[in-house]
DNA sequence: GCAAGGATATCG
DNA sequence: GATATCCTTGCA
């Protein structure tokens, strides 16, 4: 089954001077794609339990990345249900049993479908992705896993932007760069919620 | 409000 | 080789 989703919502890090970016140490094992062309798949693990995809955006070189925070789902959606639950049973193994997994599928069920993939975590659950990811090109229709342009979008967008999430641990200026880019009114929107400028 | 969880970068 | 920290999430 098909899984689509439009994204609403992206924070960028861009350069190596960006304290709150992965580039900020130079290149490593880890952030290398970065340094790579753009438009190629940046998967990463957070926190030991969460993967979060992004984007690699400026050419060769120069590291930089789009971390995609928040998409609404179009097709797919219950097939992104089963995996958010599979995926949380897998990391809880020892207390996963009937009553749990119920409970988890119960969660998902009546949780809005377009707050699915509401946050970085949760975008990589619904569309099963993982470090393995990383390096694919998402420009390309072979890739299993692309972004496209979104057919008859005529009005404007109406972006709202603010300081990234979690970057507390960087230094002024980068942690208060408004850099967070939210599509305004959407519901899919992570937490904590973007202020209005 | 906070624990879970494993990789990562840095420092001995 | 040890350890502090992390671009988060779900539950108490």
Known sequence: VRRSARIVEVEAYVGEDDQASHARFGRTARNSVMFGP????????????????NVVTEPEGRPAALLIRAVEPEEGIEVMRAAHLERELARRRMSADDGTRARIAARLATEPSARVAAGPGRVASAFGLDRSHTGLDLTVAESPIRIELSEGSSAPLEIVTGPRVGVGYAAEPWRSMPWRFVLHGSPAISTPATPRT
């Open 38 to 53: 753009p438009g190629r798949a940046y998967v990463y693990l957070v926190y030991g339990m969460h993967d979060c995809l």
